[in-house]
């Protein structure tokens, strides 16, 4: 057991609204705890074994910070035992397998790459593969291919320190692909069908792209878009009652962060404005509901946060194809997607004809793989029909990530 005390300042220490302000804090803790009752959060690691698991933890994050580009371990590339480790703890948490490929680097012809089509991407860091636990998929990144003026185009919304820029944008294809490699990303072509590239219009989505082209990346709902149901996105392992009792606590060391990573997104759903945790508590209580009912309900389009609309890159992409027809008459947020409800999508071919430089790397793959030294096989592709209202109430736990219809 754990037990966190957060000890107040001495009273003498303190001003009249500070000392009021705790006095509002006690009552607002004596109001939860005559709802909730007191909880107790059991963790499963021995004393003995808790400074040895954070060490291995911490391993899976060490390498390819992106701080000096060409220099081992704080640079681009993640080392080839980052990948292993994490290729290891994705087996064992998830029981999904990557297995080994020769590291080519394909430059894959521009012929065939058409308006629309999708490219996959997995980068072996630790924090990716947060994603593919949290989600079962096994793409942490999507980006989309436009021809632009002529000119091949990899338009997407990034965030990385690895990566050249930020935001919402547009890079060449040549160079986009040597920032990937540079990366180290595992990066697969994944085309639209003959009829959803028949029926995608290009000129409405490429407007749309040019609109919030610049926009900074959509951290404000990065949790949100996998976050569906009350209780079954968190891992097993971990208490839903947890996330908001964690969140309260790192906001007294990084505010700032908190804000953006948790507190505007749950203020949108609570039609609030400015509220901390704390307070955002006190409003929950007051409606007779938990922090779970919130961030269960959908994440919008058309939200504004304090640093415009928020994409993060699945929904930038699922925002494009929406824009571009792709989904005809269907109601859904593209902001509730995440990369593997992407690629999932029947709007991408599941086994297109390989070009032959791609046959002759990875025969045994059904979309042609451009660099990594993993295979890059996603399960699912093109087999979901869009309908309204999807992936807004979508489970996502491991080992199943059992996906139950509508």
């Not at 759903?269 to 945790?277: D, F, I, P």
């Not at 779970?292 to 939200?303: C, L, M, R, T, V």
């Not at 928020?310 to 995440?338: H, N």
Request: hydrophobic share 40%; net charge negative.
């Amino acid at each position: 057991f754990f037990f966190l005390m957060i000890r107040r300042p001495p009273r003498s220490t303190q001003s009249r609204s500070s000392a009021a302000s705790d006095v509002y804090k006690r009552q607002l803790q004596i109001e939860a705890f005559k709802k909730e009752g007191l909880y107790i959060f059991q963790f499963c690691d021995t004393i003995l074994e808790f400074i040895p698991d954070v060490i291995k933890t911490v391993s899976l994050f060490l390498g390819g910070f992106g701080l000096k580009p060409n220099l081992p371990f704080i640079g681009d590339m993640p080392p080839k035992w980052l990948e292993r480790v994490n290729v290891e703890w994705i087996k064992e948490g998830t029981g999904f397998e990557w297995f080994p490929r020769k590291n080519v680097n394909l430059a894959l012809d521009e012929k065939y790459i058409k308006d629309g089509d999708l490219f996959g991407i997995m980068r072996f860091d630790g924090n990716a593969q947060i994603i593919e636990y949290a989600t079962g998929g096994h793409a942490c990144h999507v980006v989309v291919a436009m021809w632009i003026d002529g000119e091949l185009h990899i338009i997407e919304s990034q965030q990385t320190n690895y990566w050249p820029k930020a935001g919402i944008q547009r890079n060449k294809y040549r160079d986009w692909l040597k920032y990937a490699w540079n990366a180290g990303f595992h990066v697969v072509h994944i085309p639209l069908t003959d009829e959803a590239r028949a029926r995608f219009n290009k000129d409405a989505a490429l407007q749309w792209f040019e609109s919030i082209e610049g926009t900074p990346y959509g951290s404000h709902n990065f949790l949100f878009v996998a976050l569906d149901t009350k209780y079954d996105n968190a891992p097993p392992l971990l208490d839903a009652n947890l996330v908001p009792i964690a969140f309260s606590i790192f906001e007294q060391i990084q505010p700032s962060a908190v804000t953006d990573l948790w507190s505007e997104a749950i203020n949108k759903r609570l039609n609030t404005q400015g509220l901390n945790v704390h307070q955002q508590y006190d409003e929950i209580l007051k409606r007779n509901l938990t922090f779970s009912d919130i961030w269960a309900i959908p994440e919008q389009d058309g939200w504004l946060y304090s640093s415009g609309l928020s994409y993060v890159c699945s929904a930038f992409a699922t925002g494009l194809y929406k824009v571009g027809g792709l989904f005809g008459d269907f109601e859904l947020q593209a902001t509730e997607f995440t990369p593997r409800d992407v690629y999932s999508l029947n709007i991408f071919n599941p086994k297109p004809d390989l070009p032959p430089e791609c046959l002759a790397i990875d025969p045994d793959l059904p979309h042609c793989q451009l660099s990594g030294r993993y295979k890059m096989k996603l399960p699912g592709v093109g087999t979901v029909a869009p309908y309204s209202h999807m992936n807004e109430r979508c489970p996502s736990q491991p080992p199943e990530y059992f996906r139950p219809d509508n």
